[in-house]
């Protein structure tokens, strides 16, 4: 039973990591059906930002928890510009062309986005430093969950709730929602289109950001290539979830992580992403549209 | 295994050379101690050769110049398989036709075995500085073959003995990366336990190079009970396979191979990598004779060696004084002499097992301590 929780904490934690990214892909798809394929580039900017900081930080004598909220605040302030920017560089001017023209265009920004850190940082895998605090009261009293797994959790599940908050009730999230259901249609009734589209870009790219603090400093190492495999699993997240949709993302998430987990605790992890994939075409085959998308009708 | 673009300019020159010695060859013919050299010298491989000839010229040229080996010169019979076991087999008949009395070669492995057929008919002794197929020693059909080399899986050996005979691991895990180096060293290592029958591989599963987390990993290696884990890999896994187990309070020992031994392991997993044990090269850069011999190569062809340069030194080294001490080039005497007598070479002061593996070549146990590697004594 202690096997099967560890098991299951660790998928909730891969589940969760994924979460963070595919949120960003799902509401970007669900705004302007587009594929942001440079949006696990973001989530790797993020990581390199905080760990830039931390070090400079590091150096001029600080420690704790001051470090972290300070690389965190300015990573998710640095990826949101770089979110704004790549929409407006890449994906504005293409608005109107055939929807191949902007996949294209996001895959470009990718490659473009990983030579370049590649480039004016290394190629070499760099250490990343463990900023989340080491609660080890966490390990004694709750046994198969480690203190970073918990925070990361933690973490995810409120900017899950603030996020649906948000689009709720708020006018941004209304007028997000709008252009979702009927671009034309919002234009026509006052809502600017373009700076919801932005919002939508920054947000998303925010949480990539926190995504990357989390995730390097649980996993302790990055260089410029976890943007392409993290963003991969994360956007077969987004499918598996039904892709716009935002509780989708998230299930799809925690499918997908509980998935490997589970496959490498009790089957072999020579088989992890063979059974993730595996499951995705079952799901895609009984719901094409993922697990909460709901079914477009193709307008005529 | 690196090619040197130098030698492709030399492989030119190479007939010169041919016809050079030819000449030499007869004028001495009279009683000389002739040691075969075989091996790539043309092709896409000559690079691998090419070293090899230069090594024997210039071990062979000190000790004429100190009056040879019981009292006769030592001369070359040099001759070409471009890596070919087909052309092997026919370099090997000219040898044995040419009366070659040992031989120093082959390069590669294909051609090595296809020519050790040949020389086990004729009761010739057979030297490689490079053939690195395990089953050339280890099958014992080639009693006559020795090398200079360590064998592919000479690092899975080592790090089986030191798992099971130093550390004395009774459970041991061992993992891959599913690549070809890593997948291989694996499958060695858990043979090679569960043919000592003295540990229990609980364990031996790939992972996904390059995952986002190896927790459930982990956990499997926590659940399986390993004392020990023995992994076939890169250091990017490994420096996150090793954090994770620490930050879980794991114990359990690693023990890795020379794609972890890097300083950017120690780099990356920081104090979680203090204890590692990593497999890597002997350091011979330190050795003088290793040293003089790198000297003497760029004075006599005004360039750095190319690739088993030592390894060629050190197995003319051996051949020559396994036959002073033989005082014979009869096989079995010379084979029993290999065996028996240590020679102090670049790689080290060297002999020969029973089953004709270098003693002293190879691998070295290495471990994490204060941030960097330092050889197990």
């Known amino acids: ?300 | 295994m690196k090619k040197f673009a130098f030698a492709r300019s030399f492989h030119i020159l190479l007939p010169a050379l041919f016809i050079a010695f030819a000449s030499t060859g007869t004028a001495l013919a009279a009683d000389t101690i002739k040691l075969g050299i075989a091996g790539a010298h043309s092709g896409d491989l000559a690079s691998y050769g090419l070293p090899s000839v230069k090594a024997a010229e210039l071990v062979v040229k000190d000790i004429n110049a100190r009056g040879g080996i019981l009292g006769k010169k030592v001369e070359l019979l040099i001759e070409d398989d471009a890596c070919k076991p087909e052309m092997a087999t026919n370099t090997a008949t000219k040898l044995v036709s040419r009366k070659a009395d040992i031989v120093m070669g082959h390069i590669c492995s294909g051609a090595t075995k296809a020519a050790l057929g040949i020389y086990k008919d004729a009761r010739l002794i057979a030297v490689s500085p490079s053939a690195t197929n395990p089953e050339l020693t280890q099958s014992g059909q080639y009693p006559g073959f020795f090398r200079t080399i360590a064998s592919d899986d000479a690092q899975a050996r080592l790090e089986v003995d030191f798992a099971v005979g130093r550390l004395k691991l009774k459970k041991i895990a061992v993992l891959h990366d599913k690549g070809d180096y890593g997948k291989g060293l694996a499958e060695y290592a858990k043979k090679f336990i569960e043919a000592d029958k003295k540990a229990q591989v609980v364990l031996f599963e790939g992972v996904t190079p390059g995952a986002v987390d190896y927790s459930a990993i982990v956990q499997k290696i926590r659940q399986s009970g390993a004392e020990g884990v023995i992994y076939g890999g890169y250091h990017p896994e490994a420096s996150s396979i090793v954090s994770q187990m620490r930050k879980k309070g794991m114990k359990t020992l690693f023990i890795s191979d020379d794609g972890v031994k890097d300083i950017t392991f120690i780099k990356v997993a920081g104090r979680y990598a203090e204890g590692v044990y990593a497999t890597g090269p002997k350091d011979t850069s330190k050795n003088p004779l290793a040293v003089a011999a790198n000297e003497a190569h760029k004075k006599a062809y005004g360039s750095d060696p190319g690739a088993f340069f030592l390894n060629a030194y050190a197995a003319t080294q051996a051949i020559l004084n396994a036959i002073d001490k033989a005082k014979s080039t009869e096989s079995a005497k010379v084979a029993n002499a290999l065996r028996t007598h240590f020679v102090d070479t670049p790689l080290g002061k060297i002999k020969f097992d029973g089953r004709g593996d270098a003693i002293g070549v190879g691998f070295a146990m290495y471990q994490v301590k204060n941030g960097a590697y330092v050889e197990v004594k």
């Open chain 1, 1 to 300: 039973m202690d096997y099967f929780l560890e098991l299951f904490v660790g998928g909730l934690t891969l589940g969760s990591i994924y979460a963070l990214i595919a949120l960003g892909y799902t509401m970007v798809y669900g705004i302007i059906e587009l594929i942001n394929f440079a949006h696990g580039e973001i989530y790797m900017i993020g990581a390199f930002t905080a760990l830039i900081l931390s070090s400079v930080l590091a150096m001029a004598g600080m420690s704790g928890p001051a470090v972290l909220v300070l690389a965190s605040v300015v990573a998710v302030l640095y990826s949101a510009c770089y979110g704004f920017t790549v929409e407006k560089i890449a994906y504005k001017p293409l608005r109107r062309a055939p929807r191949l023209s902007p996949l294209i265009s996001a895959i470009g920004m990718s490659i473009f986005l990983q030579n370049y850190v590649m480039l004016a940082q290394t190629s070499d895998f760099l250490p990343f430093p463990s900023l989340l605090p080491d609660l080890d009261f966490i390990r004694d009293s709750i046994p198969f969950i480690g203190p970073t797994e918990l925070i990361i959790v933690l973490v995810t599940a409120a900017i899950m709730v603030l996020l649906t908050l948000l689009i709720k009730f708020t006018r941004m999230g209304k007028a997000m929602r709008a252009t979702a259901q009927d671009r034309n249609m919002a234009m026509l009734v006052g809502v600017n289109v373009n700076r919801v589209i932005s919002q939508t870009f920054i947000i998303g790219s925010a949480l990539a950001a926190v995504g990357g603090v989390l995730i390097a400093s649980h996993i302790g190492r990055i260089n410029f290539y976890i943007g392409f495999i993290a963003g991969i699993k994360a956007f077969t997240a987004a499918v598996l979830g039904g892709i716009g949709s935002i509780p989708g993302a998230v299930l799809g998430a925690l499918v997908l992580g509980w998935t490997e987990s589970f496959a490498t605790g009790y089957v072999s992890s020579d088989y992890e992403d063979v059974f993730a994939f595996a499951l995705l075409v079952v799901i895609l085959i009984f719901r094409p549209a993922g697990l909460l998308g709901r079914a477009t009708t193709q307008k005529v």
